[in-house]
């Protein structure tokens, strides 16, 4: 069973260009969760998400930033005309169950880095 | 929603001796705290947890401790060794939702 994979792990972006951020999910795992991590800090809380719906966004920006968990696919973490302070590295973690019963599993991480 | 305060930020200990991170969190309906572990250019990786049902869990040379009324977790990790420097977090579930990260540890074995 392979874990939650994150793809591309890097991604350099000039301003104002978009950045696309994929995750799979574990297999049998429902529950998608995004987070920011900026150099030397901790894990922020941006989105959850369940497929195809949005459960709590409220770690994320309102201008810029959007998620998606499609029925078929990866869960996508879109970012708008990107600036010099969205350089961070961004995690994915899945779960099968919702966060209090279980453990969630993270991804390796894409980094990005806007130039 | 949860708040999770996490201390220290940085802890230096020597190969051998014992190492202790502690949590405090805000929401008491919160039944659930798992400890990460992060390695540089890695993910978080689960390394213990514990829910609220008991008071202390072990596995080998790490133990977490629950305290349910004063609302603080605690990490304990034995016989340290080199391999166990790293970033550690402590979580705590936001209701119905995420989980919440303290700030992290950065522990730092010497031999």
């Known amino acids: 069973n392979a874990g939650v994979m994150q793809n591309p792990r890097h991604l350099v972006r000039r301003r104002g260009q978009e950045a696309r951020l994929r995750c799979s999910p574990m297999?049998?795992?429902?529950?998608v969760y995004w987070y920011r991590q900026l150099p030397e800090e901790g894990l922020k809380f941006m989105v959850y998400?369940?497929?195809?719906?949005?459960?709590?966004e409220s770690g994320m920006p309102k201008e810029r930033f959007s998620a998606e968990f499609p029925k078929e696919g990866p869960s996508i973490l879109r970012i708008q005309q990107v600036v010099r302070g969205d350089s961070a590295a961004y995690f994915c973690?899945?779960?099968?169950?919702?966060?209090?019963?279980?453990?969630?599993?993270f991804g390796q991480g894409t980094r990005l880095t806007v130039v | 929603g949860e708040n999770v305060e996490q201390h220290p930020s940085t802890l230096s200990v020597q190969e051998g001796d014992s190492a202790v991170i502690k949590c405090t969190y805000s929401?008491?309906?919160?039944?659930?705290f798992p400890w990460y572990k992060q390695e540089l250019g890695k993910g978080p990786q689960l390394i213990i947890d514990?829910?609220?049902?008991?008071g202390e869990k072990k596995d080998q040379r790490i133990a977490v401790t629950l305290n349910k009324t004063a609302k603080h977790f605690s990490l304990h990790i034995t016989e340290t060794q080199p391999e166990d420097s790293a970033v550690y977090f402590c979580?705590?579930?936001?209701?119905?939702?995420?989980?919440?990260f303290g700030k992290g540890t950065t522990l730092s074995v010497s031999s």
């Open positions: 998400l369940q497929k195809e719906n949005i459960i709590d």
């Open positions: 973690a899945s779960s099968p169950l919702a966060p209090e019963g279980t453990e969630a599993f």
């Open positions: 297999k049998g795992h429902s529950h």
């Open positions: 929401d008491s309906a919160s039944n659930y």
């Open positions: 514990i829910r609220s049902n008991v």
């Open positions: 979580a705590a579930p936001k209701a119905g939702t995420a989980l919440i």
